[in-house]
Structure formats: C-alpha cells, structure tokens
C-alpha cells in the first residue's frame, strides 16, 4: 500500500507516558503520550485547534482536541472525557500502554494568520477548555503577536475546572487577565462565582481589533452571543469548534459533515458567520 | 482513436486470453430460492466469466453497481495481534497489496462513470487506489434504455467512455472496439488483436451512437441540471417544503444507497478474533439514525427527515459545489429496488423546481 501513497488511515504507534485525573468524578483524564519513532516524533507539528484519532487497535477510534501547545516537545497532551466505547476502554488504560495517534487533523485556530496582532478573548466552559489551552500557551510562548488577552473560564464546581495548576499560574501572570467562574458558591472557593455568559457580559471586552475563541456547551455559547453582540462584536469575528461524529478524519466517509462542509477538513473551527451559512446540522 | 472490429467470436477468444493471467468479472446469470416462498428468482449480476459462458447485456444493469471491486465489503485496513509475546502488539500494520489483476467486462456507461465520480473524494486514499490502478474496465455501449434510467440528466451519455479501458459498441452483426487508455491497448494485445474497423464501420458506429443518443434524449426537461442546481441558494433547497412529504414514504430502509454506484460512505470498526485484531471498513449508510449519533447522546440528524434530506442533497447540491459533477449517473438501481418506490428523477424534478 505504502508503494503507491501514504497512508492516511495508519496511526503512529505512541506510549501512554502519564496519566492526570483532571476532575474530581474522574471522568476527565489527560494522558500525556509520547510518539514511539523518534523521527515522527522530531518532525510532528500542529497548529493549536486541530485535534487527532486516537486509536486503540481492537477497539477503534475517537477523534480529540489536542490540549498540548505546538511549543510543548517531545509530547502530546490529550484531556478525554470518558463518554463512548473508545474513551471507556481509553480511561482504563495504564502508562506505559501502547495506543495510535492519527494526525494532526483539521484546520485549527488561524493563530499564525487572522488572529495575529489582535486582541484575543478566549472563552470556554466545562471540559471544552482543551484545544484552547493549547492555544494560550502558543500565544503565551510568541506573546508579542497578540495584543490584550483575556481568558474567561467556568465550571460548574472548583472540582470540575481543568488544569488548576496552569489557571493558578496564568492568574499571577500580568500580560494577561483571567477570569475563572463556578456556577454556585461552593466550600474554600474565593473566585467569582456565576455563569460563563454572566461573566463575559460584566467583563465586556471590547471588539476593537479583536476575535473571541469560544469553546464551550452549545448552551452556553447561545447565551454568551447576546451579550457580546449588545457591545458590538460580530459574527466574523467569533471562533468555535464543532465536535461531530468522524470515522476517517479525512473529508471521505461521510459522517461529520454539515450541509457541504467536512467538520473533520473543513473544520472543526469555523468563524460564527460562516457556520449562519451552513444548516445547523451538529 | 484506435477502433477494432470484433465478432463474438473474437470477444471470447480475448476474455479466454485475459482469463490466463487475471480475473475476468461479467455480468451472468444468477438465482437465489427463497426457502419461505419456494421460489426461485433469476437474475443478473457480477460473477467470474468461465467455461465460454458470454456476458449478459440484454437484461437491464447488474444488480449490484461495480462499487464491491473498489470499496471492497468489508475492506480490511489493517491487522494486529493482541498477544502478549508480540512486540509489535497492537501496532497496526497493512495487509499484503493485493496485486491480482482483474478485468471487468461488459460494464455500462453509468457504472463506468461512478468509478471516475468515487474517484473524487478518494483521490488520496490508498485502498481505492490501489484497487482501481489492478482493475480495467470493458465498458460496452447502450443501445436500449431501461425504464429507470437516466443517465443524460446528470451528465452522463449512454455511449459515454468515462472510467473505460476498453468501450465495445455492438452493431447489429458485428462488434466495434475503441481502446481508450494505454491499459486498454494492453488488453488488445493480450486478449490477441483484432483488424482495425474499416472507414465504413466507423461511420456505421458513429450513426448508432447518435441514434441512441437521440432515443436518450426524451427527458429533456432535465437538460442543464447541473447549472441549473449550481445556481441556486443552498438554503432555498435545504428549507423546500418537499422533503417531509418524502420522508413520509421513506423507511430508511438504505437499500438505495447499498445499491447506488456512487454512494461510498464507511464505517470503520475493529474486530478481534482469538487474537487478532482486524481493523476493517465497509458501507454505511447516511440513511440510519446511529450514523450521526455522538457518544453525548446527541444527533444532528436525528430526524428521518434530516437523513432523506441528507442523502439527496449530497448527491445533487454539496457534491457538485466541491467537486463539479452531480454523485449520481443516472442508473436507476435505487428507482428499481426502493421498497416504497420514491423516484430520484422525482427529487431532481423537485429541487430544480424550488426558486
């Protein structure tokens, strides 16, 4: 097969080389994996956004955000909750475990191009923070890029927050703003407290040369819009990711699309408006 | 281009020379009984030409499309093993290239056109190519039109070459061979020849296509579909009142889209059997309710409605606006086989009729 092209279906074997229990039910782990060939591994890159399959030979595949930054070597982070076949039987494994990794796949974040030399408001909710942390810590690593960045985060309890060492980190950091939400009072947390859609609405980040990354429950999204677009953000200049049901990750097997797009090629971050274009099949 | 006059005669020397070093597929006679009914229904479809049998072209289209040569059913991808002592455990690797050469004989215009439509979307993907570089096609010509067809009002012609190695026209006695491709030229020389077509006969193929062509022609209120459909808002089609009434009919059966040519939508799922693990692909179908469904629980097109919409709005809008032509030739196998017989030329008519 390799004779007459590549094969885009053959993962790279990789190693299960940590394992962090991210939130307080367990259903959050990030497994750290390192790509077994060093060459592969020397000459992986991607672009903050794009996500790979992880592949478990005999169970088969899921497609995941990739949470670690392209300036992260020598590793690859993926944060998996535990929802179908594959993530079940993922969340059982141990390190050292052999999986596969296909990609990178996707388009990603256009941090090295519409994104440059703007001011960025990342917003996410729940488990959705992942491809977005990869993003921060891109534009953290080529800070002078990127004008003010603001990171809006929630969840529904401290328990559920992604990350919590990084967020600590982030907060004392003074070339960004952070605002970490829970959605009620809870024991021995000091932070904010309310919804995310809440929050951006008093943090009211201007548009001015600006586009929001916004990862997060389609419910949450929905109402995060109304207040944005009250202080004059458009639709052009709002990032989200889809998540649809993918088989061969290539734009070919028919599963993930919307209307004529592939969320798997084509996507999966589509600007607001060009999703306004599209059925709302996701 | 190259034209080869042929009788039967000299068909059948040419398969029994191809016989010699590759598979030769045709369409033949076959028949299954049906225990409960006691039955025994004939029919024709792809099977191994053998023992001087001849290619069955005056019953209608196979009934299976040629789509099984090149998207195999299941297809394996890749094995592995889950043994323990195995150092290569669960790392999947590809199985042996299949290098056996196989020609495919006495295939329609349609179903010679669907190879080089399928051939858009898989352009880069291995398995298909692989099977396609192994597999030549003898396409032979139409002379009569099967009361489903339709192949004109999607781009197609009834003695159209596309995805042809070979494309034979029978005349009333005899048999005129164009050879299309470098492989075709190939298969000439292997089946052993034949004298070239005399200025008579060529002009005798020429007024027969034409013929043809004009009995093709009757449905010309489907002419220009193509720009037709191009042009119009992908929303004012999406949002047609019609599709809930033809979901009504629809039982999501996915009959049409097994049998569709250039239905090629898969699954891919793994197996593991005593220890060895076979990653494997085979045709799924947007027509059912789990091919959507997401491991939260949510479905985009979890309505029927959505699923009909889905299958008939790839074929004639997103497809063409990606790639050009319409992923449908116009064979008919879904008009002839649907079990609540909902009519594609129907949906065409529909959707261009929609401002």
């Known amino acids: 097969m390799t004779s007459l092209l590549a094969n885009p279906y053959r993962p790279y074997p990789a190693r299960i080389d940590d394992i962090v229990i991210e939130t307080e039910d367990g259903n959050l782990k990030t497994f750290r994996l390192v790509l077994e060939d060093e060459d592969t591994r020397a000459r992986w890159s991607h672009i903050p956004g794009q996500f790979a399959m992880l592949s478990l030979a005999g169970v088969g595949e899921a497609p995941i955000g990739i949470a670690s930054s392209p300036t992260e070597k020598g590793f690859l982070l993926f944060t998996v909750f535990r929802a179908g076949v594959v993530t079940t039987a993922l969340h059982q494994m141990d390190v050292g475990d052999r999986i596969g990794v296909r990609g990178p796949l996707g388009n990603g974040f256009p941090v090295d191009g519409d994104l440059k030399g703007k001011n960025i408001v990342i917003i996410a909710g729940g488990f959705a923070f992942t491809t977005l942390r990869a993003t921060l810590l891109y534009m953290l690593a080529n800070r002078g890029d990127y004008g003010k960045i603001t990171v809006i985060y929630g969840a529904r309890t401290p328990g559920l927050l992604l990350y919590r060492d990084e967020l600590k980190a982030w907060a004392e950091r003074d070339d960004l703003d952070t605002y970490i939400t829970i959605d009620r009072e809870a024991p021995g947390w000091d932070g904010l407290v309310g919804f995310v859609p809440t929050v951006a609405g008093q943090v009211a980040p201007s548009p001015e040369n600006a586009a929001a990354l916004i990862c997060g429950p389609p419910i949450m999204i929905k109402f995060t819009m109304p207040p944005l677009e009250k202080i004059g953000w458009t639709n052009d200049q709002v990032y989200l990711s889809l998540e649809n049901r993918m088989k061969c990750g290539l734009g070919i097997c028919g599963h993930c699309n919307v209307g004529p797009v592939y969320v798997c090629k084509d996507g999966p971050v589509f600007t607001r408006a060009q999703l306004q274009s599209l059925p709302t099949e996701f | ?74 297809e394996v991808l890749f094995r592995s093993s889950t043994k323990k002592d195995d150092p290569d455990a669960f790392v999947l690797k590809e199985p042996e290239e299949q290098k056996d050469r196989r020609v495919l004989v006495g295939v329609r215009p349609c179903d010679a056109r669907s190879v080089e439509l399928n051939n858009l979307p898989f352009e880069k993907d291995p398995y298909f190519q692989s099977n396609r570089a192994r597999t030549a096609i003898v396409g032979f010509t139409c002379r009569d039109r099967c009361q489903t067809c339709f192949c004109e009002a999607v781009g197609g012609s009834p003695v159209g070459t596309e995805g042809m190695d070979i494309a034979v026209t029978q005349l009333d006695d005899l048999y005129i061979a164009e050879v299309i491709t470098d492989r075709g030229e190939e298969l000439v020389q292997e089946g052993g020849g034949a004298p070239e077509a005399s200025e008579e006969e060529i002009s005798r193929l020429k007024e027969s296509k034409e013929q043809v062509k004009s009995l093709f022609s009757s449905m010309s209120d489907l002419d220009h579909s193509l720009e037709a459909m191009k042009a119009k808002d992908l929303f004012a089609l999406y949002n047609a009142p019609f599709w809930s009434q033809l979901a009504d009919s629809c039982i999501n059966c996915g009959t049409c889209t097994f049998l569709c040519p250039t239905c090629y939508c898969f699954d891919i799922q793994d197996e593991v059997v005593k220890g060895t693990i076979r990653r494997i692909r085979y045709y799924d179908s947007c027509m059912f309710p789990l091919f959507t469904l997401q491991a939260s629980g949510n479905n985009p097109r979890g309505q029927k409605v959505q699923r009909v919409r889905n299958r008939f709005m790839h074929k004639f809008k997103y497809f063409p606006d990606r790639f050009g032509p319409f992923s449908c030739v116009g064979c008919g196998r879904c008009i002839r086989e649907c079990p609540v017989n909902i009519d594609i030329r129907e949906v065409l008519r529909d959707l261009l009729a929609v401002e």
């Open chain 2, 1 to 74: 281009m190259k034209a080869l006059r042929l009788d039967q005669a000299d068909l059948e020397r040419w398969f029994a020379n191809w016989a010699k070093t590759r598979e030769v597929y045709a369409p033949l006679e076959q028949s299954s009984t049906s225990q409960s009914i006691s039955a025994t229904r004939s029919y024709v479809d792809w099977a191994i030409l053998r023992d001087g049998r001849f290619p069955v072209l005056d019953r209608g289209l196979p009934k299976s499309p040629i789509k099984k040569f090149f998207l195999p059913q299941p």
